[in-house]
């Protein structure tokens, strides 16, 4: 069993338990609609490791040409029912089947944190590849420098590993990928709503002038 079936195996519950979670997240709202300020007006965007696409149909509702994409076939058929209009497909951000220059932004909440340390710069050119010059990248991760397995989650049994990352150390990884950096932010946990980690969000952008 790998990340993308321990996904398969938790998407009903997923649903449950997190795709109300942005009502709870007031800077997590903020954050999103300043995106969507960015990218309405440029060109069409994605949500990569979109789970069930709560986040990608919040988007949707200010107005951005967005699609999602997932790892998981499982959370891919759960986002298409819930949000009817959007499209959905499955793909693996280390491995995007687009042409370069495709999406004016991407938001990845919470994904790469199952991308390794020593596969992150290579992933992080990959979406810097799908990105158009001067396209915007916001990303968010759990801080700190642990490193998670997991056999069993919600009662059933997978095979997962949750990565945590410093934010100096996330913004080396962008910069060696070829992004430049807008903005960092930290948050604490909200109280009773989730995992009470330290978080962190970053807005990167493709350089307009570089290839």
Same mark, same amino acid.
């Given at each position: 069993?790998?990340?993308?079936?321990s996904?398969?195996?938790v998407a009903?519950?997923?649903v449950?338990?997190?795709?109300?979670?942005?009502?709870?997240k007031p800077l997590?709202?903020?954050l999103?609609?300043?995106?969507a300020?960015?990218?309405?007006?440029?060109?069409?965007a994605?949500e990569?490791?979109?789970?069930?696409?709560?986040?990608?149909?919040?988007l949707?509702?200010?107005?951005?040409?967005?699609s999602?994409?997932?790892?998981s076939?499982?959370?891919?058929?759960?986002a298409?029912?819930?949000?009817?209009?959007?499209?959905?497909?499955?793909?693996?951000?280390? &491995?995007?089947?687009?042409p370069?220059?495709m999406?004016a932004?991407?938001?990845?909440f919470?994904?790469?944190?199952?991308?390794?340390? &020593?596969e992150?710069?290579?992933?992080?050119?990959?979406?810097?590849?799908v990105?158009?010059p001067?396209?915007?990248?916001?990303?968010?991760?759990?801080?700190?420098?642990?490193?998670? =397995?997991?056999?069993?989650?919600?009662?059933?049994?997978?095979?997962?590993?949750?990565? =945590?990352?410093?934010?100096?150390?996330?913004?080396g990884?962008?910069?060696?990928?070829?992004?430049?950096?807008?903005e960092?932010?930290?948050?604490?946990?909200?109280?009773d709503v989730?995992?009470q980690?330290?978080?962190?969000?970053?807005f990167?952008?493709r350089?307009?002038?570089?290839?």
């Amino acid at each position: 069993m790998n990340t993308q079936a321990s996904y398969d195996r938790v998407a009903d519950e997923y649903v449950r338990r997190l795709c109300d979670e942005l009502r709870h997240k007031p800077l997590d709202r903020q954050l999103l609609d300043r995106f969507a300020a960015s990218v309405r007006d440029i060109g069409p965007a994605c949500e990569l490791g979109c789970g069930p696409g709560h986040v990608t149909r919040y988007l949707r509702e200010r107005e951005i040409d967005i699609s999602g994409v997932d790892l998981s076939a499982e959370m891919v058929a759960r986002a298409r029912a819930l949000n009817p209009g959007i499209t959905f497909h499955q793909g693996d951000m280390r &491995a995007l089947p687009v042409p370069d220059a495709m999406w004016a932004g991407i938001v990845a909440f919470y994904s790469l944190i199952h991308i390794s340390r &020593a596969e992150m710069v290579a992933t992080l050119r990959e979406l810097r590849r799908v990105l158009r010059p001067g396209g915007l990248l916001l990303l968010s991760f759990h801080l700190g420098d642990d490193f998670l =397995h997991l056999d069993e989650l919600w009662d059933q049994k997978v095979n997962v590993d949750f990565h =945590h990352f410093r934010t100096p150390e996330m913004i080396g990884f962008l910069t060696a990928a070829g992004f430049e950096i807008e903005e960092a932010i930290e948050r604490d946990p909200y109280p009773d709503v989730e995992h009470q980690s330290l978080r962190s969000y970053i807005f990167a952008r493709r350089p307009a002038s570089k290839p």
